[in-house]
């Protein structure tokens, strides 16, 4: 008797669970991961179009892909790959008997029917209702049904899907951005960013990165780590491919540089799918042919510790009850030479305030009380400095004694910094190659801006 499968998943492009069923108690969701990770490193072997994966653990997989979706089976025990194949097959007719069409978008949207259909389809991991006329029978679930239009074939667009052949443009540059405030026209070399002129082939490139900080009511950093994006937007002509170099601390260390302290560790990248995988897990190289238009190349995510760029102290002092007295000080703790931009600090106040009193030593303040709070705004703060808000409140004299207690609402910062990335990411080149040769003239553009930056200190 063949073996049993111990667990199915449904897997986005990216290789993300979308749905799981564990059968026999046996694997985990970690199998999914470790799959994608063996898939991946099949990836531009042409001679390798095996469905069976093997993870060297004892565990086998059974795959096929359907549109974006991966699905796939994990086994410990020897099951016969023919009949798994066979019912994975079944499966998707099944879904698009439920849904029209399967895709990630009606797996997300169908997911109380999709766990129904894999409860009855197979039992203890082995198959058994495969027929959708006979699933129908006894599954009366509604379940949405996508709209599909027509895809034009592949021989009509390109292989490069996410690419239209025959772009062209009459003059080629790559762009990085000078820093500017984000959505500013600017009028650079005679073009104008934000009516970008067509005729031009360009390439903009920004590094964008948020900070999330947690700090507790001591003043200790709970949590904190750097979500950054390297956002592209270009104007090409041909087929080019781009080449990107980044300051990545396990590039130069393979290539015998001295770091010196400048380079990064980079976690959790993801990339966009022009971008050649084997090539970057080969020499860390960043090679891709680009869309025309906006996309994002890369998001990264560092778990490390953030000092705070924009530390924010509070005291709070009460006048027996009848007014509220709050000082705040705000210091930028970043290099002298890099300014913050639209700066804005929420200091929550209790809800039955009244009679706002608020002074600044720099910006304005206000008060909000659809929001309960306190708003304080710097349009410029430079590195280094350091400023004061005072603010008095009246406090009804008389209370409920049903009043609900206070909650403790964190004080949030939000802010800009523009020339400056707080990981210390640089991108060191990039370079385009296309036949035809043309010129390539780089700029950037940094900018960090203020995540999830709560501070629990009232």
């Known amino acids: 008797m063949a073996g049993a499968v111990s667990a199915l998943f449904l897997l986005d492009i990216k290789g993300r669970v979308l749905v799981w069923r564990d059968y026999r108690g046996d694997v985990t969701a970690l199998q ?14 042409a001679e390798v179009h095996s469905p069976v994966v093997h993870d060297g653990a004892g565990v086998s997989y059974t ?12 086994a410990r025990q020897n099951c016969n790959a023919a009949s798994i194949l066979l019912f994975l097959h079944r499966l998707v007719d099944v879904f698009k008997h439920y849904f029209e069409e399967l895709e990630e978008e009606s ?18 991991g082995y198959p058994q209702y495969t027929e959708a ?9 509604d379940a949405y049904r996508m709209e599909v239009t027509q895809r034009p074939p592949m021989a009509v667009t390109n292989a490069v899907s996410w690419r239209s052949e025959g772009i062209r443009y009459k003059k080629n540059e790559v762009r990085y951005i000078i820093p500017l405030p984000l959505f500013t026209l600017v009028h650079f070399d005679g073009y104008v960013m934000g009516k970008l002129l067509t005729c031009v082939s360009q390439v903009f490139l920004d590094v964008v990165e948020s900070v999330n900080i947690l700090v507790n009511s001591n003043g200790q950093i709970v949590r904190s780590d750097i979500i950054g994006a390297l956002k592209m937007r270009t104007f090409l002509s041909g087929m080019p491919e781009c080449k990107l170099g980044l300051n990545d601390r396990v590039l130069l260390e393979a290539q015998g540089r001295a770091t010196k302290g400048k380079a990064i560790d980079l976690d ?18 960043i090679s891709f042919v680009p ?17 705070p760029l924009i530390w924010v102290e509070a005291q709070v002092e009460k006048h027996s009850r009848s007014r509220i007295e709050i000082m705040v000080k705000a210091r930028s703790q970043f290099k002298e030479r890099s300014t913050g931009t639209n700066v804005e600090i929420e200091v ?19 008060y909000a009380p659809e ?16 400023y004061m808000c005072r603010a008095e409140f009246s406090l009804p004299s008389i209370t409920s004694e049903e009043a609900t207690p206070e909650k403790k609402t964190p004080i949030r910062v939000k802010f800009e910094i523009p020339y400056f990335t707080v990981s210390g990411i640089q991108v060191r080149y990039l370079k385009v190659i296309e036949k035809s040769g043309y010129q390539a003239l780089p700029w950037v553009r940094y900018i960090t801006m203020a995540g999830e930056y709560e501070l629990r200190l009232i």
Request: hydrophobic share 40%.
């Open 107 to 124: 797996l997300r949207d169908n997911f109380v029917v999709v766990y129904e259909l894999l409860d009855e389809m197979m039992d203890f």
């Open 291 to 307: 869309p025309d238009g906006a996309f994002d190349l890369m998001t990264y995510r560092l778990t490390t510790q953030v000092k």
């Open 371 to 386: 929001r309960d709070a306190m708003v304080w705004k710097i349009k410029s703060f430079p590195g280094g400095k350091e």
């Open 133 to 141: 006329t006979i699933l129908s029978e006894f599954i009366k679930t």
């Open 32 to 45: 999914a991961e470790r799959f994608f990770t063996k898939l991946l490193d099949k990836e531009g072997d």
């Open 348 to 366: 929550p106040v209790p809800y039955d305030a009244t009679n706002p009193n608020i002074r600044t030593s720099m910006g304005s303040a206000a």
């Open 63 to 74: 795959f096929i892909q359907h549109n974006n979706v991966f699905l796939l089976t994990a």
């Open 268 to 285: 959790d990248i993801k990339f966009h799918q022009c971008v050649r995988l084997t090539r970057f897990e080969n020499d860390r190289t």
